[in-house]
């Protein structure tokens, strides 16, 4: 879509539209500053007049306009504060008449700039705003002043002037008024218990004297004399619209919005600013009323209710308007525009702060950027909306009256065509059905594309939701649409549509249910297991708390809705995971796993910003910490159910997770712990250091998501911390409170249940030593005492939080200890023996058990025989000391350490391992590794790794043990010396 830029020069002298000639003609006479005919001043001069008839009988009028228009500094944007001194000036006698004048002279000048091509449609839109502004405060202090001097300055009752502030509301508080805009406007004052101080007409009441204040504003910018009127003002945004008071006390507004806000007032007050008076009375209002407007989660029943507005609009529009085309709400016009952006700022605005814009475009950019919309959509109805906006101008330059349609004097329509861009009317007129055309598409897919999608349900699939145990052929009906258990699933009709007995639907919530149910029920019939997808749907929409809001999320977003019940007729654990986390819902909608892989350092500057808006408060400090584990963990959940993510990229994403987790519940507990006990020093005096370690499957990037984490705290050394309120620590006990502190953040249950619980006996001396270690302590315990199972273990230790230099020392300290030389004896005969006890007493495994972990052949057969040939070989071979499974066993390999058959099994039946384990863990509503013994969910559980057929449960079970057996005869061979 190409659109025109502004036109380069006037038109002819013989193609002057009258009322330019006749004011050329008028100021041919005596008028001074009259520019040559045919120089360049005069060129410029004939294109505003031809744009505007109100420009030009201004100009004839008051000699200052003239000056306005020909400012030689027109090319320079007029500032807030020059508007502001515009105003500012001496009004004489006639204030009425100053306002007006300062008015024209300054829209004048604004026109010239647009018409000119020396300004685009958002710095025009800026400049009038900034007008308005300015008049709104100017004619705030001259209400007071007038007002102060009958009665005397308002007082609250507690003493001290009681303060008002004007909110600017809509386009105004964007900054995109246009030509001919209202200013809407909101008055707030500090109390409504108090009086004036008294003057010559005596003393009045707060109430009062606000109402006073309000009047004689809308009367100092509105009344119409015969030099015009500055703004039109509009009063009915406040609450209770026209029946309200015309300025409310804060704490009534508060209150008001808190109780009985509606939707459209949400709207209005996300697009709110303080323009006059007391401003930060007005920031602390909104401040106030931020979670009003903004909804922790998404809300969707916003849509819902934005389209209803619409809906009264486009009525009201084509009763008045007489169904002519309209700039602003027609089809396609500048309402849809905005109401698309502010929908999807409504919606999300909970959830990304930086939408939070009362500017259309920039909103629009922010939007693009946090990918709500696409970028391409943004850009293309930011063209659109300049370009309506634009023509929006050159029609209201006319006469500045509010209007949004071509005029229909021709005359006047080849004018806007010119201002615009056009030769003729007929090409602006194409040009508007293109841009009309594309965001009537765009709004229409955002408010109207659910509905296309869920069009084509059959008449059965409607029907069964009024299904109950009673009704004949319900059984059969529920058979036909393929549940196993009737009973079951006409249960679960029930609870999907009347709700758990306690709560039952609102009239909201059953009327989205009608119309989303159908396309539902269609998911429900497709998904693996019908059955079980409408028990979770039900239990689910149950224990939401919020009914109606999830149900308008569902109905808006067809793919998340597919998505869901896709996930609820194939996971139990994840299904588990969202019936008891129902927010998590928001994730299924802002993204999907498969294309989100955000690297360590984005996940834990995304924890630390979120952790440091809730600093302050402890327990919302530790939900904040569990909700993003639990959101990350679902991201990658999803992505490994039908992303194809392999094992090892699942067990890093959910590592990197863990590790942001590590790194926020640590800064928390230091910031809590420095703040009581001052900050830990060493001997010398300098900061002492902490630092967190990771063994097990942290340590090697390979946690799933029911893992522990495997941690080891250290400590620099000796000292003291500085103290506060006379309290002292010695470093060994601060560390210690650090790191119980640190643990009970990760560990505590919540509201938002556990982040993570943490296992801390690989330290040294397990559960019989001290909680945090010193590093010299922790070397002499490595090099004089430690077992073989706990050097073993050692092999997987990596740095994970705290200070980064310590965690490379004590990792030094480890490969010093491990790879220092060569073992002094063979470590295969303990590590075997660990390994048999491991099988006997953990796998439990019969002809029927198969365990994939702790069984004969399982993974931890691979696991113990690459620990093996790293403790034998890691001293010459520093590549093969990896903490990572599948890179040491790589290394080795390719260093020839063990040999290339015996590695190439161990690698492939780790792999096929790992991936039934993931899947499994996945589609298990508990943590297991033993292989299911009903045939349904061994069938299911194949199909999840890639087996096809009737039932290819069999199959799996069959190349399982097959695996086993070709793994335990690896790892036999390795812990025998066999190639190794």
Known sequence: MTLPRPPPGPPGSRTLPRWARAALDRLAGPAEGVPEPGSGPYDR????????????????????????????????????AGCARAFGGEPGGDVLAFFRRVRNRELARIVAREVLGLAPVPVTAREVSAVAEAAVSAAVARACRELDERFGPCLAAGGGVNPVCVLGMGKLAGRELNLASDVDLLFLYGAADGETAGGPDGRVPAPDYFARLVRRVAELLGRVTADGFVFRVDLDLRPEGRSGPVAQPVDNAVLYYQSWGQTWERAVLMRARPVAGDLELGRRFLEELGPFVYRRSLDYTTVEDIKEMKLRIDAAAARRLGGGDDLKLGRGGIREVEFFVQTLQLVHGGRFPGVRTPNTLDALDRLAAEGVVGAGIARRLGRCYRFLRRVEHAVQALHFRQTHRLPAEPEEVAAVARAVGFGDPAALAVALDDVRAAVQGEYGRLFHGAERERAGVDGATRALLGLKPE??????????????????????????????????????????LGRVAPSLLREVAASPDPDRALHHLGRFLAASGARASYLALLEENPATAKLLVRLFGSSDFLSRYLVGHPELLDELVLGGAAVSDPGGDDLAAGLAGALERVREDDEEVLDTLRRFRNAEFLRVALGDLWGGLPPEAVGARLTRVAEACVEGALAFAWRRSAERYGEPRDAAGRPARFAVLGLGKLGGREIDYHSDLDLVFLYSGPGRTEGRDG??????????????????????RTREGVAFSIDARLRPSGQAGPLVTPLDAFAAYHREASAVWERQALLRLRPVGGDPELGREARAVVDRELFGGPPEGDPRPEIARIRERMQRELARETRDRVDLKTGAGGIVDVEFAVQALQLLHGWRAPEARSPNTLEALGALRAERLVDEGLGQELEDGYRFLRRVEARLRVLAERSTDTLPADPGRLAELARGVGYEGKDPGPDLAAAVRACKRRVRAAYTAVMEGVGA
């Open 45 to 80: 001069l004939c294109s505003v007049l031809s744009a505007s008839p109100a420009v030009a009988s201004w100009v004839v009028r008051d000699p200052g306009v003239l000056a306005s228009v020909l400012d030689p500094d027109l090319g320079r944007e007029q500032t807030p």
């Open 471 to 512: 009704d004949p052929g319900a059984e059969a009906a529920v058979r036909r649409a393929g549940f196993r258990n009737p009973g079951r699933a006409l249960e679960g009709l029930r609870l999907l549509r009347e709700g758990p007995g306690r709560r039952p639907p609102s009239p909201r919530a059953r009327r989205i």
């Open 727 to 748: 309290r002292q620590l010695d470093n060994g006990e601060f560390f210690a409170r650090l790191a119980q502190r640190l643990i009970s953040a990760l560990s505590t």
